[in-house]
């Protein structure tokens, strides 16, 4: 069983961790915003609904209304806001802000669950933040030459944090009334149309012109960065303890980090190697989290 643990965890960090990569090079290669966010979403809904099937899962009429309401933000919100930093920000970038999302978490829990907020929580969401403002104030976007803008690619990764964020408390406080995929089936569902009006709504949805190569990484991204990690972490948690699942938030922006370097060119400057250092002393500060969220990241 430790084998099996110790690769869901791998296979998180490393689907999460190469989420960016991917989608910088399909936009590389023209893709749409939203013809990622949809593909993405839709993959990785038809895989749940795949699972639902193969295991005769029923869903009832109180895991749709939970799963919904996370869906709305976790899988129709979130995705479109990281994905839209990507057009301005460095995968590795916009792995540092996503690092802030549990710290920021456990915040809104205190605020809005009653839950303890303790003083190293704050002080590792202090520290995490204060790593990313480090990096907005100096201006490295991590993408090379003249085609990022760091403020405006914070703003989306920063919407993407608290969305993030509030998906994480809704999960804590539904997720224990049902079964996991129960909950993922109309968490997924519902999220996939959002995702799907919204795309269409802002006119910004063209499969048509879409390559064979970038087919395939939008379907990895959906199977391997969306779908993988979900259900990864989760059979990680039921094995062993948060803490050692939270490790996949330290390792993802790691590979993130140096896979855009290699792969895409990305630039890694002084700022963000202490803005990421920053951000990641953040997340151990948070340490162990009570109850493990239903999903942590993009």
Same mark, same amino acid.
């Given at each position: 069983?430790?084998?099996?643990?110790?690769?869901?965890?791998?296979?998180?960090?490393?689907?999460?961790?190469?989420?960016?990569?991917? +989608?910088?090079?399909?936009?590389?290669?023209?893709?749409?915003?939203?013809?990622?966010?949809?593909?993405?979403?839709?993959?990785?809904?038809?895989?749940?609904?795949?699972?639902?099937?193969?295991?005769?899962?029923?869903?009832?009429?109180?895991?749709?209304?939970?799963?919904?309401?996370?869906?709305?933000?976790?899988?129709?919100?979130?995705?479109?806001?990281?994905?839209?930093?990507?057009?301005?920000?460095?995968?590795?970038?916009?792995?540092?802000?996503?690092?802030?999302?549990?710290? +920021? +978490?456990?915040?809104?829990?205190?605020?809005?669950?009653?839950?303890?907020?303790?003083?190293?929580?704050?002080?590792?969401?202090?520290?995490?933040?204060?790593?990313?403002?480090?990096?907005?104030?100096?201006?490295?976007?991590?993408?090379?030459?003249?085609?990022?803008?760091?403020?405006?690619?914070?703003?989306?990764?920063?919407?993407?944090?608290?969305?993030?964020?509030?998906?994480?408390?809704?999960?804590?406080?539904?997720?224990?009334?049902?079964?996991?995929?129960?909950?993922?089936?109309?968490?997924?569902?519902?999220?996939?149309?959002?995702?799907?009006?919204?795309?269409?709504?802002?006119?910004?949805?063209?499969?048509?012109?879409?390559? +064979?190569?970038?087919?395939?990484?939008?379907?990895?991204?959906?199977?391997?960065?969306?779908?993988?990690?979900?259900?990864?972490?989760?059979?990680?948690?039921?094995?062993?303890?948060?803490?050692?699942?939270?490790?996949?938030?330290?390792?993802?922006?790691?590979?993130?980090?140096?896979?855009?370097?290699?792969?895409?060119?990305?630039?890694?400057?002084?700022?963000?190697?202490?803005?990421?250092?920053?951000?990641?002393?953040?997340?151990?500060?948070?340490?162990?989290?009570?109850?493990?969220?239903?999903?942590?990241?993009?």
């Amino acid at each position: 069983m430790h084998a099996k643990v110790l690769t869901a965890l791998v296979a998180a960090s490393a689907g999460w961790g190469m989420a960016g990569v991917g +989608t910088r090079f399909v936009f590389s290669e023209g893709v749409s915003t939203f013809t990622v966010v949809i593909a993405r979403s839709v993959m990785a809904t038809l895989a749940v609904l795949t699972i639902a099937l193969i295991h005769r899962e029923r869903v009832s009429r109180r895991a749709w209304m939970d799963g919904s309401i996370i869906g709305v933000l976790r899988v129709g919100f979130v995705p479109a806001l990281f994905i839209s930093s990507l057009q301005y920000i460095s995968a590795g970038v916009e792995g540092i802000f996503i690092t802030l999302i549990p710290a +920021t +978490t456990a915040a809104m829990a205190a605020a809005m669950l009653g839950e303890k907020l303790d003083r190293r929580q704050v002080t590792g969401l202090a520290i995490g933040l204060l790593g990313t403002l480090l990096i907005v104030s100096s201006g490295d976007s991590g993408i090379a030459g003249d085609g990022g803008d760091v403020r405006v690619g914070a703003m989306f990764a920063l919407g993407g944090v608290m969305a993030g964020a509030m998906s994480g408390v809704l999960s804590r406080k539904y997720a224990p009334r049902h079964q996991t995929t129960e909950l993922a089936v109309p968490m997924f569902v519902v999220g996939s149309v959002v995702a799907v009006v919204l795309g269409y709504l802002l006119r910004d949805v063209d499969f048509v012109s879409v390559s +064979t190569v970038s087919w395939v990484v939008l379907i990895a991204l959906g199977l391997g960065s969306t779908f993988l990690p979900f259900f990864a972490t989760l059979f990680a948690s039921r094995h062993t303890s948060a803490a050692r699942v939270a490790l996949t938030g330290y390792v993802a922006p790691v590979i993130g980090v140096i896979a855009g370097v290699v792969l895409l060119g990305e630039v890694l400057t002084v700022t963000i190697v202490i803005g990421a250092c920053l951000a990641l002393i953040g997340v151990v500060a948070v340490g162990r989290v009570r109850r493990p969220d239903l999903v942590t990241t993009t």
